[in-house]
């Protein structure tokens, strides 16, 4: 049961520090980040707490891991309900107008930070 509620703090945290992180980034959030948010550091916490991978490998796996759950959340949420969360239609190398290689990097280096507070925080 302390495996269910370590998880569950954890996506507590990951749903509101992402949707903080929307805020202070362009002033406004949706709920369905929270979600997202709190699916992306579970996620990152079982990696971290699973596979001994180098630093670089974390940092590509969880920008692998954000921009997969951006990309079926902007499809669920802006493509299909029309929610207009965010539209990356403007931004170089996008696929959909859902994601796009400039912020897919942005996460690389995110991922990094949240993984060495994660190392930080449980070590």
């Not at 579970?42 to 796996?61: D, G, H, M, Q, R």
């Not at 493509?79 to 190398?93: A, F, G």
Request: net charge neutral.
């Amino acid at each position: 049961m302390r495996n269910f509620y370590h998880y569950l703090f954890a996506a507590l945290i990951g749903g509101f520090g992402y949707c903080l992180l929307e805020i202070l980034w362009r002033g406004r959030t949706h709920y369905s980040m929270f979600f997202a948010g709190a699916i992306v550091i579970s996620t990152f916490l079982y990696i971290n707490e699973n596979y001994a991978l180098p630093f670089w490998a974390k940092c590509l796996v969880g920008m692998l891991i954000i921009t997969g759950v951006e990309l079926i959340f902007g499809i669920a949420f802006n493509l299909i309900l029309r929610e207009h969360v965010w539209d990356y239609s403007n931004v170089p190398l996008n696929f959909l107008g859902q994601i796009c290689v400039p912020f897919s990097l942005l996460w690389f280096f995110l991922s990094g930070a949240v993984f060495k507070v994660m190392e930080k925080v449980s070590g």
